[in-house]
């Protein structure tokens, strides 16, 4: 027996409010903390289990593993226990009592004040393990570390903010948790409670988990093999939500998922889910990918970057491979030609399921490219050979849909106009900037629907997705504008005041030649008097913009303005050029016009306080000032 002085030590402050959180506010689902405790054993074993492949003699005699549940009924103590990979001191500390790797941190700021959907954040986080202080008046956890020669660890809290822990008597590896149950919670004393919670949410569990009689005889709960392991006619949806559910974390249902059995040249298991709401972290960099990796059914390693690309790193599943070594190390996956075409077998299983989605569901793909849209448009710069998947299911607002709902490519081509030949998009900081701009007047005019490309990341998109269905993508703010046989008039009369105004335009050109590459009489306005377009192979306004947030260089490059020869401020201008050319108020009129065009589009002016002076100036005189 040990006499050594417990060591008290306090949690850290986030764990001391979660605690307090956990005890006191959270009161509704309580047995979540079973399934919690039971899927924690479950990967500690998983450690043990891929610890041991190179070293078989860490397991001594105890090579069968196991998950022991047992309900001492006189001290209302109920007890979990597995032989896993166990714990040192240090890891105890690291694990428990601080938040370096729970995500107590993350949890607590994700909190929404309601209760249920507060409590369902747990586990998701990482933080399963303080759900076991809704029921609990004390826990005590005595645990020994896998192929450590030195002493276990008896740790022990009431949940008040403080811990202790010392050495121990346990001579084998695992970890035992003694659960010392509030009188209020007693039912999970009573074996039908237990075995209820552990069919319900651990059936799926790998390895056995025996619930042990008052007698000592063992009752496995969950006989079947891996749920991935069974054969598809024989699972439930419900388990196929229960299982999602457990390698997430999540509460929600999964939106679809895909269950495959591969024969052949490979023999490989897949089961893979789409989610339905994105993880907080997905963005984050490093970001765990949402696949696991068997051999054979032994556990080899969580978040397997290497059986997905990044741009579906929000998938959650399973992968069971026969043909991988059982000692496959991340070094080797990534050079391993097994591996890659499992890779490449199941990016296109995933991509079928989210395109069978967007056919079967709408409304939940829609949910989907919400959560995850923005993500998956990544594939357009790291997926070229799945470039037409990735085309029949990418999403974006569109002129004629509501806000926050989305228009795919293959809808947009079905209600083309009769005689439009290309797909228009414009891109901007957000769909209020889309809609307010002066390029998209023709567009309004003429019932021409324009995709609003809006995502940051839409603009490396545009360079990818540059056709579709033998059509091409035209922004609507760069280049000469051509609407073919929909723009015959506007054409007609572009031709006419070409002539009209060529000489206002090459003074226009001549006076703000620091700014303008060119002057021209365009058919894309309706409304405003002038608009300034890109040349075909220059930087875009948003794009200019996206990279100066960034702090990245950007060329200098000067920009078109397009004049409307039908609007008054320009017809009254060419007047006063014809009247006098040599005015010297023109230059300002020409600044004020290339300042405002500026500002329609949502970019900045160089020099505010000049265009302000302009302005009231000119005021001044219409006022009679």
Same mark, same amino acid.
């Given at each position: 027996?040990?006499?050594?002085?417990?060591?008290?030590?306090?949690?850290?402050?986030?764990?001391?409010?979660l605690l307090n959180l956990v005890i006191h506010s959270l009161y509704s689902h309580k047995e979540i903390f079973l399934r919690e405790l039971i899927s924690n054993a479950s990967d500690a074993i998983d450690k043990a289990r891929f610890e041991s492949l190179t &070293?078989? +003699?860490?397991? =001594? @005699?105890? !090579?069968?593993?196991?998950?022991?549940?047992?309900?001492?009924?006189?001290?209302?103590? %109920?007890?979990?226990?597995?032989?896993?990979?166990?714990?040192?001191r240090e890891e105890l500390v690291r694990n428990i009592g601080t938040i370096a790797s729970s995500g107590t941190k993350k949890f607590l700021e994700q909190l929404t004040g309601d209760q249920k959907k507060d409590m369902n954040l747990i586990g998701q986080f990482?933080?399963?393990?303080?759900?076991?202080?809704?029921?609990?008046?004390?826990?005590?956890?005595?645990?020994?570390?896998?192929?450590?020669?030195?002493?276990?660890? &008896?740790? +022990?809290?009431? =949940? @008040?903010? !403080?811990?202790?822990?010392?050495?121990?008597?346990?001579?084998?590896?695992?970890?035992? %948790?003694?659960?010392?149950?509030?009188?209020?919670?007693?039912?999970?004393?009573?074996?039908?409670?237990?075995?209820?919670?552990?069919?319900?949410?651990?059936?799926?569990?790998?390895?056995?988990?025996?619930?042990?009689?008052?007698?000592?005889?063992?009752?496995?709960?969950?006989?079947?093999?891996?749920?991935?392991?069974?054969?598809?006619?024989?699972?439930?949806?419900?388990?196929?939500?229960?299982?999602?559910?457990?390698?997430?974390?999540?509460?929600?249902?999964?939106?679809?998922?895909?269950?495959?059995?591969?024969?052949?040249?490979?023999?490989?298991?897949?089961?893979?889910?789409?989610?339905?709401?994105?993880?907080?972290?997905?963005?984050?960099?490093?970001?765990?990918?949402?696949?696991?990796?068997?051999?054979?059914?032994?556990?080899?390693?969580?978040?397997?970057?290497?059986?997905?690309?990044?741009?579906?790193?929000?998938?959650?599943?399973?992968?069971?491979?026969?043909?991988?070594?059982?000692?496959?190390?991340?070094?080797?996956?990534q050079k391993n030609a097994v591996i890659q075409k499992i890779s490449q077998a199941t990016t296109k299983k995933v991509l079928n399921l989210l395109e069978t989605l967007s056919k079967e569901d709408a409304e939940k793909y829609a949910s989907f490219w919400k959560?995850?849209?923005?993500?998956?448009?990544?594939?357009?710069?790291?997926?070229?050979?799945?470039?037409?998947?990735?085309?029949?299911?990418?999403?974006?607002?569109?002129?004629?849909?509501?806000?926050?709902?989305?228009?795919?490519?293959?809808?947009?081509?079905?209600?083309?106009?009769?005689?439009?030949?290309?797909?228009?998009?414009?891109?901007?900081?957000?769909?209020?900037?889309?809609?307010?701009?002066?390029?998209?007047?023709?567009?309004?005019?003429?019932?021409?629907?324009?995709?609003?490309?809006?995502?940051?990341?839409?603009?490396?998109?545009?360079?990818?997705?540059?056709?579709?269905?033998?059509?091409?993508?035209?922004?609507?703010?760069?280049?000469?504008?051509?609407?073919?046989?929909?723009?015959?008039?506007?054409?007609?009369?572009?031709?006419?005041?070409?002539?009209?105004?060529?000489?206002?335009?090459?003074?226009?050109?001549?006076?703000?030649?620091?700014?303008?590459?060119?002057?021209?009489?365009?058919?894309?306005?309706?409304?405003?008097?002038?608009?300034?377009?890109?040349?075909?192979?220059?930087?875009?306004?948003?794009?200019?913009?996206?990279?100066?947030?960034?702090?990245?260089?950007?060329?200098?490059?000067?920009?078109?303005?397009?004049?409307?020869?039908?609007?008054?401020?320009?017809?009254?201008?060419?007047?006063?050029?014809?009247?006098?050319?040599?005015?010297?108020?023109?230059?300002?009129?020409?600044?004020?016009?290339?300042?405002?065009?500026?500002?329609?589009?949502?970019?900045?002016?160089?020099?505010?306080?000049?265009?302000?002076?302009?302005?009231?100036?000119?005021?001044?005189?219409?006022?009679?000032?």
């Amino acid at each position: 027996m040990t006499t050594q002085t417990p060591q008290k030590m306090e949690f850290q402050a986030e764990v001391k409010q979660l605690l307090n959180l956990v005890i006191h506010s959270l009161y509704s689902h309580k047995e979540i903390f079973l399934r919690e405790l039971i899927s924690n054993a479950s990967d500690a074993i998983d450690k043990a289990r891929f610890e041991s492949l190179t &070293r078989l +003699e860490l397991l =001594g @005699d105890d !090579a069968t593993f196991k998950i022991r549940v047992e309900a001492d009924k006189d001290k209302s103590i %109920l007890r979990i226990s597995d032989n896993g990979i166990g714990m040192n001191r240090e890891e105890l500390v690291r694990n428990i009592g601080t938040i370096a790797s729970s995500g107590t941190k993350k949890f607590l700021e994700q909190l929404t004040g309601d209760q249920k959907k507060d409590m369902n954040l747990i586990g998701q986080f990482g933080v399963g393990f303080y759900a076991v202080f809704m029921v609990a008046d004390k826990v005590v956890l005595t645990t020994r570390r896998l192929g450590e020669s030195g002493s276990a660890v &008896r740790w +022990e809290s009431s =949940g @008040d903010g !403080a811990y202790t822990m010392e050495d121990a008597d346990k001579s084998s590896r695992g970890t035992e %948790l003694e659960i010392h149950l509030k009188e209020e919670d007693k039912e999970f004393l009573e074996d039908w409670t237990i075995r209820n919670i552990i069919r319900k949410y651990s059936e799926y569990i790998a390895y056995p988990i025996a619930l042990i009689d008052k007698d000592g005889k063992e009752e496995v709960l969950n006989a079947k093999p891996p749920l991935w392991r069974r054969s598809k006619s024989e699972i439930t949806a419900e388990q196929y939500h229960e299982f999602y559910k457990h390698i997430s974390h999540a509460e929600e249902n999964p939106l679809a998922w895909s269950h495959n059995q591969i024969e052949g040249a490979l023999e490989y298991t897949s089961l893979l889910y789409v989610p339905g709401k994105a993880p907080y972290d997905l963005y984050y960099p490093e970001r765990k990918h949402g696949l696991s990796l068997y051999v054979r059914r032994v556990f080899i390693m969580n978040d397997c970057k290497e059986l997905l690309p990044n741009y579906l790193r929000f998938m959650r599943g399973v992968v069971d491979s026969e043909d991988l070594p059982l000692n496959v190390s991340r070094e080797i996956l990534q050079k391993n030609a097994v591996i890659q075409k499992i890779s490449q077998a199941t990016t296109k299983k995933v991509l079928n399921l989210l395109e069978t989605l967007s056919k079967e569901d709408a409304e939940k793909y829609a949910s989907f490219w919400k959560e995850f849209g923005a993500v998956l448009k990544e594939g357009f710069h790291m997926n070229w050979e799945n470039l037409d998947e990735l085309k029949r299911l990418v999403r974006f607002e569109s002129s004629r849909m509501q806000a926050d709902k989305y228009r795919g490519l293959q809808d947009y081509v079905v209600d083309m106009k009769e005689g439009q030949k290309d797909i228009y998009y414009i891109t901007a900081e957000n769909r209020k900037a889309a809609e307010g701009s002066p390029h998209l007047e023709v567009f309004r005019k003429k019932d021409i629907e324009v995709l609003y490309f809006t995502d940051a990341i839409d603009e490396w998109v545009a360079q990818s997705l540059t056709e579709f269905d033998g059509k091409k993508l035209v922004n609507a703010a760069k280049g000469d504008l051509d609407l073919g046989d929909l723009s015959k008039e506007e054409k007609k009369q572009q031709k006419e005041a070409k002539g009209q105004y060529q000489k206002f335009m090459k003074d226009f050109e001549e006076k703000m030649s620091a700014t303008l590459k060119e002057v021209r009489v365009t058919t894309r306005l309706a409304e405003s008097p002038c608009c300034l377009v890109a040349d075909e192979g220059d930087l875009g306004a948003n794009l200019e913009r996206i990279l100066k947030m960034t702090n990245q260089k950007v060329p200098d490059s000067k920009r078109i303005l397009e004049i409307n020869p039908d609007h008054p401020i320009i017809q009254k201008l060419n007047g006063i050029f014809e009247a006098d050319s040599t005015n010297p108020k023109l230059a300002d009129w020409y600044g004020v016009l290339v300042d405002q065009a500026l500002l329609a589009e949502g970019s900045p002016i160089p020099e505010p306080a000049a265009y302000v002076s302009k302005v009231n100036k000119f005021l001044a005189e219409v006022l009679g000032g």
